[in-house]
């Protein structure tokens, strides 16, 4: 369910109720009884209104302490109507895998500046939950570019957080910093204009980004070897290809370089669509045909919330990276 709206206050495609039930399995030895150690288990239920069936949302241990989107955006907007012209904001909600996950976004449109002609950048807070446990919370609060309506990416985040639901949960000092993030948003604009103007090498670009959002987790076998870590090279190819038709429009010219923001809107292409470079054969017909990268959508069952969402914090994390901020500086 999407629902996109102009009303911050408005929470409704949230006001949902999730109750905890303990999960009892019947024992297939004693008739009517169930098994002691079924306890050990929770299982949250989104409440069915009249006339609707209720389901199940997550499973999960004892230790996992749900916590409700609706009571935790109703703190955000106690902080943000009080702190950030609210007056003139795009906004979407999105109730996702039949209440299992959700995501808020909101573009504060009376906060934007252009950084090149045509291209404007504007504020922006991403916010992400679920019930089921493969989310954790996640918002981050920074800069969008209008040419990507649709993506989380920033060039500098006023605030960025990631909370496990765990009994230590607690975001009320996070909260507190936005009220500071309309003057960092301020304060950024030279350094997003910087970024039009400074022009970085193609290795350094690669470099950036394969220990970025092209790295690879390391295996336990890469760990207990002490091997460097891995990188995708068809995620590292469609950046690279990306930032080439950003700056000159076809090829990676050793003359012709990228800027920071060429790069950046790369990577902004990439977490906004549903797209990945897949390895072809150029001649299909001929069996000693070269390979080469081809554009296609993304698997049918990959679900494109959950890889935007993957995509998108990447980006977030890309920006705020040690590499990124040696190259950008």
Same mark, same amino acid.
């Given at each position: ?8 206050t408005?929470?409704s495609?949230?006001? +949902?109720? =999730?109750?905890p ?13 169930f ?11 989104? &409440? ?6 209720s ?9 996992? &302490? ?8 109703e703190? +955000? ?7 950030v012209d609210?007056?003139?904001v795009?906004?979407?909600?999105q ?9 808020r ?27 089921d ?27 960025v957080i ?6 230590g ?7 507190? *910093? ?15 204009? *910087?970024?039009?103007?400074k022009? =970085?090498?193609w ?7 394969k ?11 890469q ?31 050793? &003359? ?16 906004t ?19 080469? +990268?081809?554009?296609s959508?993304?698997? *049918? ?29």
């Amino acid at each position: 369910m999407e629902n996109k709206h102009k009303n911050i206050t408005d929470l409704s495609a949230f006001d +949902y109720e =999730v109750v905890p039930m303990p999960l009892e399995v019947r024992d297939p030895v004693n008739k009517g009884e169930f098994c002691n150690n079924a306890m050990n288990k929770l299982v949250l239920v989104r &409440k069915g209104k009249e006339g609707q069936s209720s389901s199940i949302v997550g499973v999960h241990s004892e230790k996992y &302490k749900p916590q409700s989107t609706f009571e935790i955006l109703e703190k +955000y907007n106690s902080v943000l109507t009080e702190n950030v012209d609210c007056s003139n904001v795009s906004i979407t909600d999105q109730v996702l895998d039949g209440g299992r996950k959700a995501r808020r976004s909101i573009v504060f449109n009376n906060y934007q500046f252009e950084v090149s002609e045509g291209e404007k950048i504007a504020l922006k807070l991403d916010l992400y939950n679920s019930f089921d446990g493969s989310w954790p919370w996640f918002s981050a609060f920074g800069a969008l570019n209008f040419v990507c309506m649709n993506g989380l990416v920033s060039g500098q985040f006023a605030m960025v957080i990631s909370k496990k639901h765990t009994t230590g949960f607690s975001i009320s000092s996070e909260i507190a *910093k936005i009220k500071n993030a309309a003057t960092m948003f301020n304060n950024d604009i030279e350094k997003f204009k *910087k970024w039009t103007q400074k022009k =970085v090498s193609w290795l350094e670009v690669e470099n950036v980004i394969k220990q970025t959002i092209a790295s690879k987790p390391k295996s336990f076998k890469q760990r207990a070897l002490g091997e460097e870590s891995s990188h995708s090279e068809p995620v590292l190819e469609y950046v690279m290809r990306e930032s080439a038709r950003l700056c000159n429009g076809s090829f990676r010219d050793a &003359k012709n370089t990228p800027s920071v923001w060429d790069v950046y809107n790369a990577a902004t292409h990439w977490s906004t669509h549903n797209q990945e470079l897949r390895l072809k054969k150029v001649n299909p017909g001929s069996r000693k045909s070269e390979l080469d +990268y081809e554009m296609s959508d993304i698997r *049918k069952n990959a679900g494109s919330h959950n890889v935007n969402r993957d995509r998108e914090i990447k980006v977030a994390q890309m920006l705020i990276s040690q590499p990124w901020q040696q190259m950008a500086a």
